[in-house]
């Protein structure tokens, strides 16, 4: 896991500490694994960020938050990953989560129009609900565990080849300092 490239997107925890409209949050806001990026906090963001990225309701930054907090997991991170959803990948993206739904639930996919209105969200969202919001919980545990599964074993990888180096950097030594 590029963890320098994380660190230097994540502000400081002395950076946090300056924000003077975090004052009002108290200081639960300055938790450490809020802010610090280790192998649980960025994985776990990336489960959070991920599964909240597939609820289909405005507020999804605030539910990460939330999450992020409970969790005592990376804050930026998560909230950051929501926005895999936004308004160019929305409709790819739900709409593959509505047909899961729809195969998972035996529905047969609706063949409508889309549009963005009021009268074809009163009109068609009715007979896909079920199987869109299935859909949804569904890919957004799928996607956070496929995220927290890979940012747990690229971390693991990458400690493990660290350890390695050092071994054979020692060993060099050791071998220099005989001679």
């Not at 909240?52 to 991170?77: D, E, K, S």
């Not at 549009?115 to 569904?138: A, D, Q, V, Y």
């Amino acid at each position: 896991m590029p963890k320098k490239f994380l660190q230097k997107i994540v502000p400081s925890h002395t950076r946090i500490r300056s924000i003077k409209a975090l004052h009002v949050l108290g200081d639960w806001i300055y938790d450490g694994n809020l802010w610090h990026i280790n192998r649980y906090s960025a994985s776990m963001a990336f489960f959070v960020g991920l599964f909240v990225a597939f609820i289909p309701i405005p507020g999804q930054t605030l539910i990460a938050a939330i999450l992020a907090v409970l969790l005592r997991c990376n804050l930026p991170l998560s909230v950051g990953l929501v926005f895999l959803t936004n308004p160019v990948t929305m409709p790819p993206l739900f709409y593959m989560a509505y047909k899961i739904g729809a195969l998972l639930i035996d529905v047969p996919v609706a063949a409508t129009e889309f549009e963005i209105n009021t009268r074809w969200l009163r009109n068609s969202l009715g007979g896909i609900w079920r199987p869109f919001l299935l859909g949804c919980l569904i890919c957004g545990l799928f996607f956070g565990s496929v995220g927290y599964v890979i940012v747990n074993q690229l971390w693991r990888w990458r400690v493990a080849r660290q350890w390695q180096a050092r071994k054979r950097e020692r060993a060099a030594r050791a071998l220099n300092d005989l001679d």
